[in-house]
């Protein structure tokens, strides 16, 4: 294996990233929880404003705070090159997020009657796994890419194959929908380009509403993201032509 060769993908995913101020606090259980600002402490009770405007409080003592200052201290704006990657390696830029404005369909579990709003047609094996990925690196690598897109409230594991990697992610709206697409497409076709004995197999990625219901669910190979990060398929097109419910 050659890991002077693995790309991070973080910094010129930028590009169709949508600027935000943003504070993620970890919690000690592993949850994320996305505020507009650091929060105050009040006592026992960090204090905090939600993305959506909604005032709230977590108790400190559920708080990681060195892992939570760590992240938070990190431009994710900038390319931060790890010690494995070859920095000298220039990425291509990133297909910009298109306009929504055709995407009117794509959250259609959430037009579903109420009584069957939970239960989106089966996709056997696509789901989270208690088991990590083999490739911790890989892994990291992926986090970047959502992350540089100020998509946080994501899970990663192994997918239903060792060599497959699965990615579950929290999206809120359609525009959210196409950036996670984006950043899980153009971090894997980089990694397959870099270092081809290390990327995954395939990418298996569930995204879900607020509400907990399904956005969309993808199995798709180093070919499918090429024709996303190429511009052979806009994300509305990806989305339409690979989604399986």
Known sequence: MNKSRLLLV?????????????????????????AREKYQVKGASAVLTLKNGTLTSIPLNQIDVAAT???NARNLGDATPLDWVDSNIIPPTATPTPSVGSLGAIRTSAARPEADGGKPTPTPGISFRDRPFKDTQVDRAFQEGLESYHLYLYRTSQGTDPDNFFVEVQVNGQPEVLKALQAIATTYHLLVQSAPDRAPARVEMQMLNESGKEAGVF???????????????????????????
């Open 219 to 245: 199995r798709f190979g180093s070919t499918e993201a090429a024709d996303l990060v190429n511009g052979q398929l806009t994300p509305q097109e990806f989305y339409l032509k690979y989604v399986i419910f």
């Open 10 to 34: 973080a910094g010129f995913l930028l590009v169709a990233a949508v600027a935000q101020a943003t504070y993620v606090v970890i919690l000690r259980n592993g949850s994320r929880v996305v």
């Open 69 to 71: 200052e760590k992240l």
